[in-house]
């Protein structure tokens, strides 16, 4: 018996940042991108409907020791724009469009975890909503992606 299984490119990158191997394939032959490994995003649920990741405050933070706002938006749009690719599906990709931020709390330690909620699943437009909560689950800002849905340019390769 053949097995004709090859591996994705970025699997070590994709399984450290806790994407299953099932959807290896949907995320093309970047894998996750190098800002997520550099924020510590780890996502502990995919789907398009709802997209969950939690990301360490430390090593995130602004001069004051926040956690920075901006690290809120990298996480904001990481969970939107990926449920985005997985509503899109094979053969197309989610570009973001707009994003915005409010900012409710701040936090100085621990685990961030992010949650996107799907408020619009269209088939040229999508919108998320993402909740970031601390620890605690006090809300911490909330955030709204909306991206466009593209077919992906003639010639390009998809993850094997």
């Known amino acids: 018996?053949?097995?004709?299984?090859?591996?994705?490119?970025?699997?070590?990158?994709?399984?450290?940042?806790?994407?299953?191997?099932?959807?290896?394939?949907?995320?093309?032959?970047h894998g996750v991108g190098e800002l997520v490994e550099k924020?510590?995003?780890?996502?502990?649920?995919?789907?398009v409907?709802?997209?969950?990741?939690?990301?360490?405050?430390?090593?995130?933070?602004?001069?004051?020791?926040?956690l920075h706002g901006g690290a809120h938006v990298v996480l904001a749009e990481t969970l939107g724009s990926?449920?985005?690719a997985f509503h899109a599906g094979p053969g197309r990709h989610a570009v973001g469009i707009e994003i915005n931020a409010t900012h409710h709390r701040s936090?100085?330690?621990?685990?961030?975890?992010?949650?996107?909620?799907?408020v619009h699943l269209g088939r040229t437009l999508t919108?998320?909503?993402?909740?970031?909560?601390?620890?605690s689950g006090r809300r911490l800002s909330t955030c709204r992606i909306t991206n466009m849905i593209m077919a992906n340019p003639k010639g390009a390769q998809e993850a094997s």
Request: aromatic share 4%; glycine share 10%; proline share 8%.
């Open 1 to 29: 018996m053949s097995n004709n299984f090859t591996p994705h490119p970025q699997s070590p990158q994709l399984l450290a940042a806790g994407v299953p191997v099932e959807y290896h394939r949907l995320l093309g032959p």
């Open 39 to 47: 924020m510590g995003i780890v996502f502990t649920h995919m789907s």
């Open 127 to 135: 919108s998320h909503e993402v909740i970031m909560r601390d620890e």
């Open 82 to 84: 990926f449920a985005a």
């Open 107 to 118: 936090v100085t330690g621990g685990l961030v975890t992010g949650t996107a909620t799907a």
């Open 49 to 66: 409907e709802s997209m969950v990741a939690t990301m360490p405050v430390a090593g995130n933070t602004q001069v004051a020791g926040l």
